[in-house]
Nanobody
Framework: QVQLVESGGGLVQAGGSLRLSCAASGRTFSSYGMGWFRQAPGKEREVVATINRSGDSTNYVDSVKGRFTISRDNVKNTVYLQMNSLKPEDTAVYYC???????????WGQGTQVTVSS
């Protein structure tokens, strides 16, 4: 089992940047594919970005392509989400999640709030 703790959220003006971190503890971090998700008020949770176990394959939802970058450090047991050119519509609670191969995202952090003001 893995435990996940997000940090780095906050209030930023449109056009600004934030970097979210998700620190993992427990079983071997490099065994898990990782993802960042977000949920805005009144909306369903959506996947923002995913990264494979080795970090050499990433995917992004269209709305953040070119602005967000997911990365991981398997020595520090941490996954990051660098968010640039933030827009008010990026406002949401951001969650990191972990999954083992051929499994669903079974492990979730508590979430961190990101608010982008116009």
């Amino acid at each position: 089992q893995v435990q996940l703790v997000e940090s780095g959220g906050g209030l930023v003006q449109a056009g600004g940047s934030l970097r979210l971190s998700c620190a993992a503890s427990g079983r071997t971090f490099s065994s898990y594919g990782m993802g960042w998700f977000r949920q805005a008020p009144g909306k369903e949770r959506e996947v923002v970005a995913t990264i494979n176990r080795s970090g050499d394959s990433t995917n992004y939802v269209d709305s953040v392509k070119g602005r967000f970058t997911i990365s991981r450090d398997n020595v520090k047991n941490t996954v990051y989400l660098q968010m640039n050119s933030l827009k008010p519509e990026d406002t949401a609670v951001y969650y990191c999640a972990a999954r083992l191969p051929a499994s669903q995202y079974d492990y979730w952090g508590q979430g961190t709030q990101v608010t982008v003001s116009s």
